[in-house]
């Protein structure tokens, strides 16, 4: 009896589906600033939390994206049914489905703090585990020669990257203009439950394609834990590989995060109501996908620490073009608030994101193979402690300079510091090495 190979999955006629798996994968991904626009004004005008508690609550929330490197080397080390990457992915939408449709169908009254912030750590646990098998496949595919035979589906790093950077920006933009309708029409509650359905779905989609159609690469061994965490360990030793994240993670620690407090402020002080913020968010998202099309087609050829070296300093430029808008200096020159939060405030949103595309791209070059998994990973979780590390220094200098949820006198002052010490980190930037070509001639030389 001669074998063949089985068939695909009724409906899945892709005989490579790698495209449509991260397509939807980094499009959830971005989707999710819907509910979470949702739980901001939920807890404002809902549970009624001051600034500080509400941006504690945030940042408390991401604790699930620390661990991301222990995802990483369960996901590079343990297999399901022979699978190590599609079983995360769907693991981690049940877990994003079951957390917000709970948020949803609970009675708005019998909500509390502690109820609200298990679930959101539930829902940010799966999507962290689906983020790190995503984040995987890329860097897999990515790192594979550039000239792949004619009859396989191949893609460079950069153009990847630039693909599920488009998907996710394409879901971050419609989830913000929906949010921004839907917040005063259906309330938060409405929301979570349209968010969860749209992860139910991603769930039932994933559970039908076979990690083999992918077409990954082929690891000549499996290996447990224990070797996945010393492969992981050799990698870190590299410098060049130790010193930029290090950088990356040190340039967003330093700086204060003041989003809860400019939230608070957008919405409380300028009177800014829900569908303006979005499409402010929307604004930002659209930057972000204009952003993933001109790297592609013209700063690839730029040497990532000065193209990320640049990105740091037009940030530092936004903040203290904040302390103007504060201090009213545009308004008294006839540029209405609103224009400027819509414009300004919502490109700024996305600035810390737009130098992690050529980071991902520079470390996925670097990533030695096997441990895609768990380095980017460590790498995405160094984000996320960076940036919770800014958000309780931002809490911490609200409170230094004496801003609540009615007062905002020295909020400028605390932009002001925001921006030098966005300034700071340009000074040791160069602990980013320089980009390494792809070895697509390795065979003919």
């Not at 990483?72 to 917000?100: E, T």
């Not at 000549?220 to 030793?237: D, E, H, P, Y």
């Not at 040190?250 to 303006?276: C, E, H, K, R, V």
Request: hydrophobic share 50%.
């Amino acid at each position: 009896m001669v074998s063949s190979p089985p068939p695909p999955p009724s409906g899945n006629s892709d005989p490579n589906p790698t495209r449509r798996i991260l397509g939807l994968g980094f499009w959830i991904q971005g989707l999710r600033c819907l509910p979470w626009m949702a739980v901001n004004f939920f807890l404002k005008d809902g549970l009624h939390v001051d600034p500080s508690t509400l941006q504690l609550l945030q940042n408390s929330a991401n604790l699930p994206m620390v661990g991301k490197p222990f995802y990483g080397v369960v996901s590079d080390a343990v297999y399901i049914s022979g699978q190590h990457r599609i079983p995360y992915i769907a693991i981690g939408a049940f877990l994003q489905a079951v957390s917000w449709l709970a948020i949803a169908i609970l009675s708005p009254s019998g909500i509390s703090i502690v109820t609200l912030s298990l679930c959101l750590l539930l829902s940010n646990l799966g999507a962290s585990i689906a983020e790190v098998a995503n984040d995987a496949i890329v860097a897999e595919i990515g790192k594979q020669p550039t000239s792949p035979p004619k009859n396989s589906q191949s893609y460079s790093s950069g153009e990847l990257q630039s693909f599920v950077w488009i998907a996710s920006s394409a879901g971050g933009v419609l989830g913000n203009l929906l949010g921004g309708i839907a917040i005063n029409i259906y309330g938060p509650q409405a929301m979570f439950l349209f968010f969860s359905l749209a992860v139910a779905v991603q769930l039932f989609i994933i559970i039908t394609v076979r990690e083999s159609s992918l077409n990954l690469p082929k690891s000549s061994s499996r290996v447990g834990i224990r070797k996945q965490l010393s492969q992981l360990s050799v990698a870190l030793q590299k410098p060049e590989i130790a010193y930029s994240i290090t950088w990356l993670a040190a340039s967003n620690a330093i700086i204060p995060s003041l989003t809860g407090t400019m939230f608070f402020y957008q919405t409380q002080y300028l009177n800014i109501n829900s569908s303006l913020l979005g499409i402010s968010k929307v604004f930002g998202q659209a930057a972000m996908l204009l952003w993933s099309v001109i790297y592609n087609r013209f700063l690839k050829s730029v040497p990532s620490k000065k193209l990320i070296a640049a990105i740091q300093g037009v940030m530092a430029a936004f903040m203290l073009s904040d302390v103007l808008f504060v201090k009213g200096v545009y308004r008294s020159m006839g540029v209405p608030d609103l224009l400027y939060v819509i414009v300004f405030s919502g490109l700024l949103e996305v600035l810390f994101f737009f130098k992690m595309l050529p980071f991902n791209i520079l470390i996925a070059q670097l990533c030695p193979s096997g441990c895609e998994g768990s380095l980017m990973a460590l790498v995405a979780s160094a984000t996320a402690l960076s940036f919770i590390v800014s958000g309780y220094l931002g809490v911490a200098l609200s409170s230094f300079v004496g801003v609540t949820g009615s007062d905002f006198s020295g909020f400028p002052c605390a932009l002001l510091i925001q921006a030098v010490c966005t300034l700071l980190p340009i000074y040791w930037s160069s602990c980013i090495p320089g980009d390494k070509k792809p070895e697509s001639r390795s065979k003919n030389e």
